[in-house]
């Protein structure tokens, strides 16, 4: 409801489009993802990741929140595009241990967000501040106040 709010071009759009739902929820992953910094992993062999050497048994952390921003893989990745196609987030992770409440979690996005804008037309808000939990591997607002209209 943040990213809606502070982009009403993209609010307007999905409520005159509600097939854009899917991939709305999939922008949303993207520009706010919930697990900033994700985990980290250890190598099990020696090798080199972009110019960089990594020692065998050595920890990588893999920061999604800039994975997600990576002007490589997604065009103009400052802008929050509900259209975005293919969008490609990591915020669920990747390989084995990619999310197992995934698919729970788009879910019950898309039955929020579609339900609020089905129910309340004039949802408003000033969402220029919200109150951000501490935590950025599980990053989240403390509280959101928005006006249903
Ligand atoms: C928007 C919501 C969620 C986000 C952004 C998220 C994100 C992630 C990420 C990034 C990982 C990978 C961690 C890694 O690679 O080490 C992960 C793993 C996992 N998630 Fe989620 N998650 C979400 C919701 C959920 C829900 C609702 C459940 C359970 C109902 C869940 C259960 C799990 C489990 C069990 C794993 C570990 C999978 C494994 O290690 O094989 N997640 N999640």
């Known amino acids: 409801m943040m990213l809606l ?3 009403p071009d993209q609010m307007r759009r999905l409520r005159d489009q509600r097939g854009l739902l899917n991939s709305a929820v999939e922008e949303m992953l993207r520009f706010e993802c919930p697990v900033q910094r994700g985990t980290f992993r250890f190598a099990g062999e ?3 990741l972009h110019g960089q050497k990594i020692e065998a048994g050595q920890q990588v952390s893999a920061v999604i929140g800039a994975a997600n921003r990576d002007p490589r893989q997604f065009p103009e990745p400052e802008t ?3 259209t975005r196609e293919p969008n490609r987030h990591r915020s669920f992770g990747r390989g084995i241990h990619f999310c ?4 729970l979690a788009r879910a019950e996005a898309k039955i929020a967000v579609g339900r609020l804008l089905e129910r309340f037309p004039a949802i408003d808000g000033d969402v220029r501040q919200p109150q951000w939990r501490a935590n950025s591997g599980f990053r989240g607002m403390r509280e959101l106040e928005v006006a249903l209209g």
């Open 5 to 7: 709010l502070r982009h």
């Open 46 to 48: 020696e090798m080199v």
């Open 80 to 82: 929050f595009d509900i």
């Open 100 to 103: 197992l409440g995934a698919p």
